[in-house]
């Protein structure tokens, strides 16, 4: 008799999960809503169209992007870590020239950002972005 007792008094003595059922739901209801509302962080580059390309008069400084990521600083092939030494080289050179940076339409815009970055590290703030001779037809 003393076991059946046993038996009863464990069938009430059990642990309740239902409530922390509804808090890990809640939980996850929540993150849920508040995921559709983190926006992302960026910028929109709107490179120029053959249509919208003017020929530039005076000295400047070429950086051309390919659509596989090279990066040709007037005509020679550099690593991006390089571009502000061709530039602050370049600019000492000659002062006035402003740089011009073309990018393919394939071409990463995230390396256009750093090369542009590495042309204001370099001391040019005068930089425009133009469209490739290839985007222009030329």
């Known amino acids: ?13 059990g642990i309740d999960l239902a409530p922390m059922l509804d808090f890990v739901l809640n939980l996850l209801i ?22 919208a390309a003017e020929k ?3 000295g400047a400084i070429i950086i051309a992007i390919r659509a ?5 600083v007037g005509n020679r092939l550099v690593d991006l870590r390089a ?8 600019h000492a050179q000659k002062p006035d020239d402003s740089v011009v940076v073309t990018a ?3 071409a990463p815009t995230g390396a256009l950002v750093q090369v542009i970055d590495q042309v204001r590290q370099g001391g040019v703030q005068n930089v425009s972005i133009a469209a490739s001779a290839a985007a222009a037809g030329g």
């Open 68 to 72: 596989s990521g090279e990066i040709y």
């Open 30 to 51: 929540f993150f849920i809503i508040t995921a559709v509302f983190v926006k992302e962080i960026g910028i929109t580059v709107s490179r120029p169209t053959s249509a």
């Open 83 to 90: 571009v502000r030494a061709n530039i602050e080289r370049l």
């Open 104 to 106: 393919e339409e394939a």
């Open 1 to 13: 008799m003393r076991r059946h007792r046993h038996s009863e008094e464990s069938d009430g003595a």
């Open 56 to 58: 530039k008069e005076g």
